[in-house]
Each structure stands twice: as C-alpha cells, then as structure tokens.
C-alpha cells in the first residue's frame, strides 16, 4: 500500500464535532482511488488531513505512507515525502506565466522547459499556444483547472489527490479525464480522486465510500458505486452504467439484491 489510513477519526479544529470517524483503507501504488460520497459527507476535511493541514489534525488513528508512520509530519515534509493535494478552490495565482507557475513546484531544475511541455501535453494543452501565457482572466476555468493538473504533475509527487477536479469546470467530458487520468498513471503516479459524481469516479480502479463521515465500504470501484447508488436510490443509473460497462457486468439480480439490502438496513 501506498497510503494507509487506520482508524482515522478528525474532528473540528475546535474539537466540538467529528467531522470523519474511525476510517480504515489503503491506497495501492499506480491506482486510481476513488473517494465518492454527497456533500458534506467529510471527503474535503478528509482530504486535508492526509495532507496534513494543521486545521485537520486527527484526534485518533493513524495515517503511513509507503509503510512510514506520518501521523505526525506537517504538510511541508509530507509534500517532501511525495503528497500532493490539488485544492477544490485554488487559489489565485495571477500574473504568472504559465512556465514560470509550472516550474515552481519543479524539484529537478534542469530543463524546466521540457518538463512544463510534457506536464502540458498530460493534461491535453498544447504547449506551444500555452507555455508563454499569462495567468488571468483570458483564460477559461476548464484551461486554468488543467494548467493546475499540470503543475501538480510537474512536481513529480507519489500521489496526487484531486479534490473534486471538475468543480468550477463549465463543460466537463469524461473520456477526456480518463485519458489524462491514464496518463497520469502512465507517470507512475498514484491518484486518490476526491468526488460526488459517480460519472467520473468509473474511472477509478478503487474506492472508498464516505457516508455521514464513516468509510461504508472499500473495495473494487464498482462494487463502491453500487453501493453509493443503493444508498442514494440511483437505481436507473445504476443499472444504465454498471450493466453495460465491460468492466463491470452485474447481473439485474445482483443490483436488486444489493438495492433490497439497503432498503432493509
Ligand atoms: N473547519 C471546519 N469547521 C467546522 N466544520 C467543518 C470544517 N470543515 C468541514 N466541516 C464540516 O464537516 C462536514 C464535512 O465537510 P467536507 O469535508 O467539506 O465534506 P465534503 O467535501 O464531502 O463535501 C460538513 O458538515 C462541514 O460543514
Ligand atoms: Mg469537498
């Protein structure tokens, strides 16, 4: 395992609230792990405690990586380590160019310039319109969304999370997320994708469904996503994309089976 979360619980910072409780699962190197659960369910505040922010600190449990008890580093060493967390709500960083933005998290130094191309190409930019733009309101929330990707790519991290990548995104086309989730693999990264949409978790290998701040269920993507549509009563959905997908071939009996379980729980 790559990332290991054991009996994580996180309350607020103030400590009045728990905001995810006792979660246990791991991440495998070269994955694509999926996160999925509604709003609010803790997948954010989760997030934040893998990576170690100080506002999220856990009051239980136990968080390794690459078998490293790193339960106590802050978020600088785990960034050393190779954890990266691309924000739900970046910040704003106007009036870089874009290699300049993409060279500052670049650990080799060496031939900036190739690196930035190469980061641009994963997230399917063309580098030559990009490389030399400023970043400003001329371009688009979908275009600053993959300058971002592609600076997290360029600091060569372990793992990438991505917190809800398509929020903010006007016009989002899931074959193209795929292909750069792919490639990303490819890199030899391994991603923990943070979302609500269940479209987009089909892409991961992997995943992990928060619920009212508890971890249900840990197991092969599909298995998760049927829970997840169980839970929020996407039956027609559900039967839609889990039936025809190569993938994953359930049969209607299981669905239903699955759907019944729930409704008596
Ligand atoms: N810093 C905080 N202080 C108080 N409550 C918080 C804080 N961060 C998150 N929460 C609460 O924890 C719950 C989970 O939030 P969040 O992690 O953002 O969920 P998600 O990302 O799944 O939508 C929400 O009820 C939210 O209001
Ligand atoms: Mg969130």
């Known amino acids: 395992m790559l990332l290991e979360l054991k009996n994580v619980t996180v309350p607020t910072f103030d400590r009045e609230h728990i905001i995810v409780e006792d979660i246990s699962f791991g991440v495998k190197e070269g994955s694509i792990h999926a996160i ?35 339960t106590e580093l802050g978020v600088t060493e785990r960034a050393q380590l190779g954890i990266t967390l691309a924000w739900q709500e ?23 310039k190739e690196q930035a191309i190469d980061a641009l190409k994963t997230v399917n930019l063309d580098p ?5 733009r400023y970043i400003d309101e001329s371009l688009s929330g979908g275009e600053r969304k993959r300058i971002e990707l592609a600076a997290t790519i360029a600091m060569r991290p372990k793992l990438i999370i991505l917190d809800e990548p398509d929020s903010g995104l006007d016009m989002i086309v899931i074959e193209d997320f795929l292909n750069i989730f792919n490639k990303i693999r490819k890199l030899k990264m391994t991603i923990l994708l943070i979302t609500h949409r269940e479209d987009i978790g089909m ?3 992997y995943g992990t469904l928060l619920w009212q701040g508890k971890a249900l269920i840990t197991d ?31 049969g209607e009996d299981y669905i239903d089976k699955i759907f019944e379980e729930e409704r008596n729980s």
């Open 36 to 70: 999925i659960g509604p709003n609010g369910s803790g997948k954010s505040s989760l997030a934040y405690a893998i990576m170690g922010l100080h506002t999220y600190q856990l009051s239980q449990g136990k968080i390794f990586f690459e078998g490293k008890n790193i």
């Open 128 to 132: 030559e319109k990009y490389i030399n």
């Open 90 to 112: 970046p910040a704003r960083i106007d009036g870089l160019s874009v290699l300049k933005y993409l060279s500052l998290g670049m650990k080799d130094k060496a031939n900036i």
């Open 203 to 205: 892409v991961a290998d």
């Open 220 to 250: 092969e993507f599909a298995e998760v996503m049927l829970r997840f549509c169980a839970k929020a009563g996407l039956k027609e959905f559900c039967k839609r994309t889990l039936f025809q997908n190569e993938k994953t071939c359930f």
